[in-house]
């Protein structure tokens, strides 16, 4: 049963801390999507990857926000330095471009809280 | 750009009736459209997509979906609602390129009342 695997699932942590998100895409997909869901703005994107390569991360701001996928089996965003605004859930996806699946298949998200 | 919208912040029914959660889209190019659906605590889940072909479209736990081109619109249906079928709904589009990610919208809430 391929899923899409996160860690953590929840972090509460202090403003000013590093946090770093990690997300397992299912394995032979190309793309890989973080997403920040708050109830304010609702779900956004952050960062978009194709084969590795980041493609949008013109929702990501970037003076604390960094994404990479160090492989094809991890993506990590990283908050440096947290602030409570930052505080949400982050949802990793992630899907095949170029093939007849098309949707994207979602993590369970981790709960970030910044105190 | 490309945007969707979900005009329904909220929607509610009784079990055993019809629902329909509302969405219209705006893309350039042929539309990818897709129907996700999110319990409390859980990450969205896939219901179902129109790429091409038959504009009614079929997915998971008995919902269907119908592409209208001229309406831009791609509203999900149910004949029947249960109780179990209370959540977060969110529509989604992309063109067909690819180049770009989903663009989701606000989301509806489905209440479904016993």
């Known amino acids: 049963d391929a899923r899409v695997t996160q860690t953590p699932r929840h972090k509460v942590t202090e403003m000013g801390q590093e946090v770093t998100m990690r997300c397992q895409p299912i394995?032979?997909?190309?793309?890989v999507f973080w997403y920040r869901q708050t109830m304010m703005q609702g779900l956004e994107l952050l960062a978009y990857?194709?084969?590795?390569?980041?493609?949008?991360d013109s929702g990501m701001p970037k003076d604390r926000f960094s994404a990479e996928m160090p492989d094809a089996t991890l993506a990590t965003l990283k908050i440096q330095p947290s602030e409570p605004r930052d505080s949400a859930v982050y949802f990793c996806?992630?899907?095949?471009?170029?093939?007849?699946?098309?949707?994207?298949?979602f993590g369970p998200g981790t709960r970030l809280t910044v105190l | 750009a490309q945007s969707v919208a979900q005009p329904e912040d909220q929607v509610n029914v009784a079990e055993g009736n019809p629902l329909t959660v509302k969405c219209t889209y705006s893309?350039?190019?042929?539309?990818?459209l897709f129907w996700y659906v999110q319990y409390p605590n859980r990450g969205l889940q896939f219901l179902l997509k129109y790429i091409t072909g038959d504009n009614l479209v079929k997915g998971s736990y008995g919902f269907e979906a119908e592409f209208n081109k001229s309406q831009t619109s791609f509203h999900l249906k149910k004949p029947s609602a249960l109780v179990s079928d209370s959540a977060l709904y969110f529509c989604a589009v992309r063109d067909d390129t690819g180049r770009r990610a989903l663009t989701f919208g606000s989301g509806t809430r489905l209440q479904v009342q016993p």
């Open positions: 394995l032979g997909h190309n793309t």
């Open positions: 893309v350039s190019g042929n539309p990818y």
């Open positions: 996806a992630s899907g095949l471009v170029g093939s007849s699946v098309n949707e994207q298949f």
């Open positions: 990857f194709r084969n590795r390569a980041p493609l949008d």
